[in-house]
């Protein structure tokens, strides 16, 4: 009887061990997914001064300290990257950068062989 009480304290034990276990790796894949919507916002990034806007809609733009629109084009995230694209005279230019990383407050993006940081701003 002792044997049988040991046994059933010790399956108990691993019971609650893996349970525990598995709310603690649950909770190392508790992120939200990354979404169109993850990137949507005012930016500042490392690689110029003005801020770039990116609207729900898929469309982009940087502006002037005045006001005015720099560059416009039109965005996307898919498969891990932001697709990029923009007009120049009659030429269409497409850029797929990889999404480095993601938090609230900044993303970074691998562009040309170099990370660009992205803060978000109000």
């Known amino acids: ?22 709310g603690f790796l649950g909770a190392c894949g ?9 990137f949507v916002g005012k930016w500042a990034s490392s690689k110029i001064d003005k801020p770039i806007y990116l609207y729900g ?4 733009e940087i502006k002037r300290d005045d006001g005015r629109v720099w560059q416009y084009g039109i965005w996307d ?23 480095v990383s993601l938090t609230d407050t900044e993303f ?6 170099q990370v ?4 978000r701003r109000h």
């Open 116 to 119: 660009t940081t992205f803060q």
């Open 77 to 99: 995230y898919r498969d891990g990257c932001i697709v990029w694209r923009h007009q120049e005279g009659s030429q269409i230019s497409t850029e797929v950068n990889a999404v």
């Open 57 to 60: 809609n898929g469309e982009w």
């Open 30 to 38: 508790a992120r939200h997914p990354v979404s169109p919507s993850s």
């Open 1 to 22: 009887m002792k044997d049988s009480a040991l046994m059933r304290w010790r399956l108990v034990k691993r019971f609650f061990f893996v349970l525990l276990l598995g």
């Open 108 to 113: 970074r993006l691998r562009e040309a062989g």
